[in-house]
Structures are given as C-alpha cells and as structure tokens.
C-alpha cells in the first residue's frame, strides 16, 4: 500500500487510514442534537424563502426502467420552470437521469442554468467489475453531463477493504477530471454511524466534490441523522485539508418540512455559507411537487392539489 | 367503582384524535357536561390528506363490497341501539322519538347499501343520437366531499348527509356542531364496519373557525351544507370556493335517488356500432 498520489485524491492513503480510525461517534447525544434541531419555529418569510431554496438545491430525479425520451422532456421543462405560473420560482439545480438519457436531457436544458447530472457506475448496486464502471461513467460525461453521481464499492467496503472503494472513486475522479462528482454513500447498507462517517472520509479524501446519502432505492434512504455525521466529517475533513466538498441528501425526503429541516440543521451546524446549490442539494422527485404546493399556500392561504402543478 | 368517562376524539384516518391544537369545546347534555374536540384549521388539512388517499381505496373498491361494508354498519348500529337511545334521551329527546330515530336510520343505511351496486345503472344512461355509435353517460364519483351536519340532533339526519356521497364512492369529512356528541359515537361504528381508513373522517367544533380553510383547500371537491346558514356566511364560501371551482351545494335534496346526483360526476365516451 504505498502512497500513490493520483489526479483528484484530497488527500493520500496513509493519512485517511488515520482519520478513518478515529472514527467513534456518540449516538445518543447525536439523536438529541438532530432532533432539537428539528424543533425549530420558522416563520412565515422565512419559510417562504427556505422553500424557495429548497427548490433551486433540488436535483430532479428520474431513475426508472420506464424513463423515456418524452418522460426526460417533461421534466427537464418542469426542472426550467418548476412552476409556470410563478416567475418567482426558481429554476432547481440540476436533472438528475441514467447516462442512456444524458443526450436528450442535454439538449433540452439548452442553455438554461439547469444542469445534467448523471448517475453512473452500475447505480444503484455498482456491482460490476471496474472496467464497466469507467466505461459507464465514460459514456456519460461524452454525452455532456455536468455532474456524476456514483455510488461507492459497498461489498469492498463491508469486507473492511477500505482500499479499494477509495482507489475505486479515485479512479472514477480521474475520468471525471472537473467534471463535478457526487459519491453516494448508501447510508442504508451502511448502518451504523461509524460506517457512515468512515465512507464520509474515504469518499472525501478520494476527490469526491459533493458526498450523497442514498440512491433513492433503499426503503431506507437519507435521514437527518446520517446528514448530521456526514455534515461533521464534511467539516472535519475542511479542517484538515483545506478543502470545502457539499452534501446531497437524497431518498425519503418527501415534505417540505422535512427538507426545511434539513437546511436549519446545515445552517446551524455548518454556516448560511454553505446554504447554496454549489454546496448543499436535495435529489427529489415527489419533494419539489410539495415544496411547490406549500409555496402556493403560503402565498394564497389557501391548501393546494397536486393536480394543479407540473408533472414530471 | 371506579366511574370511567370516555374522552370523545375526532376521528381521522382510522384512529381517534385530539384537536393538533390541544383545544376543546363543552357541551352540556342532561345527564353531564362533555369536552370535545374543536378541530383547528391544521386538522382539517389532516383529514383532506386522509381523505384523499381514502377517496382512492373507497372509490376504487367494488360495488359489491361497498354494499356489504354499508350493510355491515346497519349491523352495528342494531346492536348499539340502547345506547344511541339513551344519548339521544340526554339530548332531550322522549324515548319514542330516539328510537324511531334509530330505526330509521338503520333503515335507510340498508336501502343506501342495496343503491351502492345500482346508482350507476339508474343514473347513468345511454344518450339517444343519430349516428353509427353509442354516446353513453357515466356517472363518476365526484371525489373528496366535506359535510356539514344539520343542527338537529338525529342519527338520522347525520346519516343522510353522510350516506348518499359514501355510497357512490366519494370519501367524506362530516363535520359536527350540534350532532357532535352523537357523531363521535357514530364514529366508533364506522371503525367496526370495514370501511377503508380515510374513507369517511368525523370532526366536530364550530364551523366559523375553519370556514375560510374549508371553502379555500383545493383539494375539497366539494362542500355540501345541511345546515342552514346566513347569507354572508354563504356567500363568503361561495366566493372562497370560486379560485378552485369547488361546487357549493346547500341543503341538498336526502330523498331517494335524487339525493346521490350532487355527488356525481358525468364523464361521457362514445364508442361505434359495429354493423
């Protein structure tokens, strides 16, 4: 195991295995600060602003067998104009799609500020040999993607070869170069905090720009929780290295409130500056529907349908 | 013995709750004085999200099986009727009056029941037209409805704003002011009768708190107003109704057949002869 310094690692070998091992994380007081958080009173404004917010952090996600080239346009149209009867609603950060549909998605952002992320890497499961995994990714940045989601070698990393899953996503950065690339962690095959923060760190110190929770495809995908540990190795690993990555929280984020939550506790814990698509997103697909909804609400005083906003 | 008093709750989704505001309202009967919850405008917005997900599983649930569950709640209340007559009897009501009451309620939900496989047949049609196709009427649930009770205290009037839009396939949110004793021991039957969790919520309090909320929340299809109410208050729903098109019907006709059309929806298709 020697220290290789490759195109995009943060940070070498020998120095992970150090902040990996002193990963220790105290759940009870972790559950109680997560929650306290929770409880915070957000008036009206303020509310009306953080959902704003929360719409142009959202990456709207489609990740379907079914998706189709009319499927993509739909949203892609939805992702520009959320809600077309309100200028005043921001377009959402990016449209997240399979790498087959990059080229449609691409081509129908035009040159709206929307960008095209594309999972990659054999998501959600990534068991494939790594060939595949470049080849993949390969494809989908040749297609125009902006931004790669992949996921992280969870059979390596649950057998404890650390090693791999980090030579893995630095290898994955390589292909990416500055391409902008998202290491969904899957906190749900995970499980435990510790492992959480572990793959946090790896992910991190590979070049990771932004670490994500989940693919989506779990019946267990983000909590606050798992936000709150990757929050602190975010800030950890900032404090060591120098370098500022983001979080995506993605899976189960289904209400406006919930998403409003999540904010307070990245305001609170990390700072307003990383209050910005650059360095926090939602991937979504039911959520900005909601978010759409509640802005509405707060306008008119009036509780809305969701048959009266954009499909997609 | 220990005297045990029951602590009346709205009934949402399937399960009994407080008021999310924690207020109650009193209500003095002859024999005690009852605490009841006074739904606030968050709960309204639970019970419509409640009630549309009802809509989708009662709307969808065979005519068949609507028919039985409806049955099923005549059952219940047949083997509640004591205790329905000795709440009525507290209302103030002489014992020949409550039970006639309970009677006729029972009776009408077997003839709503019996209705539940066949108001389509009797309300939809076949449209006469000169041409080589079949141009056919079919009458579709409406959706969502919320109720308010009469102010008469009756089982009976309860029933009839409730029966006619469940047995087409609408899911409903019965609001009580008066009836409210009453319609939250009605609740418990409807827990005992099968009826999907959603289909049909019950709330009671004071009607002017959530009025605005009511005629304003989209996702309410329709408001239907047994009661009668001044002109500005109506007007005022009226107005709130129009932003979402919400269909206003106040003092709906409860007899016979005319009584589910309010809750209908007419989709008409055509289809060719074949020759």
Redesign the interface.
């Known amino acids: 195991m020697g220290n290789i310094k490759t195109f995009g690692a943060s940070m070498q070998w020998s120095n992970v295995l150090e902040m990996v091992h002193e990963s220790r994380i105290d759940s009870v007081g972790l559950n109680e600060r997560v929650n306290s958080l929770a409880t915070r009173s957000i008036k009206k404004d303020s509310k009306l602003e953080a959902l704003s917010m929360v719409v142009s952090m959202c990456d709207l996600t489609t990740l379907e067998g079914e998706d189709t080239e009319g499927k993509i346009s739909q949203m892609v149209a939805k992702a520009i104009k959320p809600n077309p009867l309100d200028n005043s609603v921001p377009s959402v950060a990016a449209v997240c799609v399979y790498p087959s549909l990059v080229g449609i998605a691409k081509e129908k952002v035009q040159n709206s500020n929307v960008k095209v992320a594309a999972v990659s890497s054999y998501f959600p499961s990534g068991q494939v040999p790594m060939e595949s995994k470049l080849l993949d990714t390969k494809y989908a940045i040749d297609s125009g993607a902006d931004e790669i989601d992949i996921v992280i070698n969870r059979k390596a990393f649950l057998e404890g070869d650390y090693r791999k899953v980090y030579d893995e996503i630095v290898a994955l950065k390589e292909v990416c170069q500055d391409v902008h690339l998202k290491t969904i962690l899957e906190v749900g095959d995970l499980k435990t905090y510790e492992n959480i923060r572990k793959a946090s760190l790896i992910s991190l110190a590979a070049g990771s720009d932004f670490i994500k929770t989940s693919t989506g495809k779990l019946s267990i995908g983000s909590s606050r929780q798992a936000c709150y540990v990757m929050l602190k190795s975010v800030l950890d690993f900032e404090s060591e290295t120098g370098v500022k990555a983001g979080i995506k929280v993605a899976g189960g984020i289904r209400d406006a409130k919930d998403a409003i939550r999540y904010l307070v506790m990245i305001n609170e814990e990390m700072g307003s500056d990383w209050l910005n698509p650059e360095s926090f997103r939602f991937g979504a697909s039911s959520l900005l529907d909601d978010v759409l909804k509640q802005i509405k609400k707060l306008k008119?005083?009036?509780?809305?349908?969701g048959y009266?906003f954009p499909r997609g | 013995m220990i005297d045990i008093k029951k602590t009346y709750k709205n009934y949402v989704h399937g399960k009994y709750v407080r008021s999310e505001s924690g207020k109650t309202y009193t209500k003095e009967l002859k024999n005690e004085v009852y605490e009841l919850p006074l739904t606030s405008k968050k709960d309204i917005r639970d019970a419509v999200t409640s009630s549309k997900d009802g809509y989708k599983k009662w709307s969808s649930t065979t005519p068949y099986l609507r028919m039985q569950i409806l049955y099923r709640l005549s059952e219940m209340i047949e083997g509640n009727k004591e205790s329905y007559v000795e709440l009525l009897m507290y209302h103030g009501l002489t014992k020949q009056k409550a039970i006639k009451d309970i009677d006729e309620s029972i009776q009408n939900i077997v003839w709503f029941a019996g209705l539940a496989d066949k108001w389509e047949q009797l309300a939809g049609n076949l449209n006469p037209v000169s041409e080589e196709y079949f141009n056919i009427s079919h009458q579709n649930p409406i959706g969502v409805i919320f109720s308010l009770s009469g102010s008469d205290v009756s089982l009976n009037e309860l029933l009839m704003s409730i029966l006619p839009s469940l047995t087409v396939g609408c899911s409903v949110i019965s609001y009580s002011e008066e009836n409210s004793v009453l319609a939250l021991k009605f609740a418990e039957d409807i827990n005992n009768s099968d009826f999907p969790s959603g289909s049909l919520n019950i709330l009671t309090g004071k009607f002017e708190n959530i009025l605005n909320d009511v005629s304003k929340h989209v996702e309410i299809n329709l408001v239907a107003l047994h009661k009668e109410l001044g002109n500005d208050g109506l007007k005022a729903i009226e107005q709130n109704a129009s932003e979402s098109v919400k269909r206003i019907v106040s003092q709906p006709s409860i007899e016979g057949l005319s009584s589910i059309l309010p809750y209908l929806e007419t989709k008409t298709v055509w289809h060719p002869k074949g020759t």
């Open positions: 008119t005083g009036a509780y809305q349908a009266y």
